[in-house]
């Protein structure tokens, strides 16, 4: 018997959708943050995503997932 991870509920990661996965507060903290030079908007866009969704699958409120990704955002990728 083998585990499957799930993500956001689909199995084996895979989603119904063709655009990656992300979440409410990712989807709303891109539209208003600033894009800095190629290099840290790859490495926020890659781990950030990540970030974000370990906080939803953690269960995290809105509020702290906002502060985490912000901190993040401004202090892990510069």
């Known amino acids: 018997m083998s585990i499957q991870p799930k993500l ?3 199995s084996n990661g895979t989603s119904a959708k063709a655009s ?3 979440t409410a507060v990712w989807n709303k903290l891109k539209q208003y943050l600033p894009s ?3 290099d840290t908007d790859f490495w926020w866009k890659y ?3 990540h ?3 370990m906080l939803e699958e953690a269960e995290y409120p809105p509020e702290k997932q906002m502060a985490a990704l912000l ?3 401004y202090w ?3």
């Open 76 to 78: 892990g990728v510069s």
């Open 47 to 49: 781990s950030g995503l």
């Open 8 to 10: 956001n509920g689909y």
């Open 71 to 73: 901190f993040f955002y």
């Open 20 to 22: 990656p996965v992300s």
């Open 51 to 53: 970030l974000a969704l």
């Open 36 to 38: 800095r030079d190629p």
